[in-house]
């Protein structure tokens, strides 16, 4: 499971990230926490969507090969 929070994200606080990330790591898949700089709770409808994608796609890529 890949975490993506934002920075600046007021919506969704970095506690509940962290809190979340905390929970999942005790499941037997890969989990991996991930913030990224200068973002609000939009992270998908910005203009910066393309990092997040990209993100994403490293995380997917990752632990396709079996590198977690």
Same mark, same amino acid.
Request: hydrophobic share 35%.
């Given at each position: 499971?890949? $975490?993506v929070s934002g920075e600046m994200d007021h919506k969704v606080p970095?506690? $509940?990230?962290d809190? @979340?990330?905390k929970r999942q790591?005790?499941?037997?898949?890969? @989990?991996k926490f991930v913030e990224i700089p200068n973002r609000?709770?939009?992270l998908t409808v910005d203009s910066?969507?393309?990092q997040v994608a990209d @993100?994403?796609?490293e995380f997917i890529r990752r632990d396709r090969a079996?590198?977690?």
């Amino acid at each position: 499971m890949l $975490i993506v929070s934002g920075e600046m994200d007021h919506k969704v606080p970095r506690a $509940i990230s962290d809190a @979340t990330y905390k929970r999942q790591q005790r499941n037997d898949g890969v @989990t991996k926490f991930v913030e990224i700089p200068n973002r609000g709770h939009a992270l998908t409808v910005d203009s910066g969507w393309r990092q997040v994608a990209d @993100t994403d796609l490293e995380f997917i890529r990752r632990d396709r090969a079996g590198s977690g």
